[in-house]
Antibody, heavy 114, light 112 residues
Framework: EVQLQQSGPELQRPGASVKLSCKAS????????MYWVKQRPKQGLELIGR????????DYVEKFKNKATLTADTSSNTAYMQLSSLTSEDTATYFC???????WGQGTLVTVSS | DVVMTQTPVSLSVSLGGQVSISCRSS???????????LSWYLQKPGQSPQLLIY???NRFSGISDRFSGSGSGTDFTLKISRVEPDDLGVYYC?????????FGAGTKLELK
């Protein structure tokens, strides 16, 4: 059974950074891109970018290029997303999703507040 | 980027009824390989989105045949028949033909 287990909720101060994790199981980690999606409260879905765990190559949506950094660790089958210089605009739930969005993590709520 | 436009924004339906949701893309979703990467997702309250339909009309594993997708090029439709309480939530269309993948703004399905 394919599972994507994401890390727990985060409360961060403006200007801080945070690193989210997404641990994959039930499939070969290197065979599928891992995507990251942002969903602001009561809003729609917005792609941040993707990583190919096989070679750790990345593609970012332009608006997130200076905000998110995607990495992957094949030894632990875990994908990571670091968000930097947090502002209130980064308050959202962040999902990881396996290639073609067939499987999603449960989401990590990041709240940015002073 | 490809813009996905969903209509209507919300729908009210009686249990057992049928509804259709429309999704239009700003450019053709036919990939160079001949496939059309148009998917439909349902996000129930407090949950992650779940894949219902991929490549226009293919139901994902475990998805009821009450859900059907159709369309081509830039115009697509999701039909839900014999609506059940578990079908309520927000439906999104999404395209994966051209990177970055983009999603519609969602259609909220509520009980009448």
């Amino acid at each position: 059974e394919v599972q994507l287990q994401q890390s727990g909720p985060e409360l961060q101060r403006p200007g801080a950074s945070v690193k989210l994790s997404c641990k994959a199981s039930g499939y070969t980690f290197t065979e599928y891109y891992m995507y990251w999606v942002k969903q602001r409260p009561k809003q729609g879905l917005e792609l941040i970018g993707r990583i190919d765990p096989e070679d750790c190559s990345t593609d970012y949506v332009e608006k997130f290029k200076n905000k998110a950094t995607l990495t992957a660790d094949t030894s632990s089958n875990t994908a990571y997303m670091q968000l930097s210089s947090l502002t209130s605009e980064d308050t959202a739930t962040y999902f990881c999703a396996r290639g073609r969005f067939a499987y999603w993590g449960q989401g990590t709520l990041v709240t940015v507040s002073s | 980027d490809v813009v996905m436009t969903q209509t209507p924004v919300s729908l009210s339906v009686s249990l057992g009824g049928q509804v259709s949701i429309s999704c239009r893309s700003s450019q053709s979703l036919v990939h160079n390989n001949g496939n059309t990467y148009l998917s439909w997702y349902l996000q129930k309250p407090g949950q992650s989105p779940q894949l219902l339909i991929y490549k226009v009309s293919n139901r994902f594993s475990g998805i009821s045949d009450r859900f059907s997708g159709s369309g081509s090029g830039t115009d697509f439709t999701l039909k839900i028949s014999r609506v059940e309480p578990d079908d309520l939530g927000v439906y999104y269309c999404g395209q994966g033909t051209q990177y970055p993948d983009t999603f519609g703004a969602g259609t909220k399905l509520e009980l009448k």
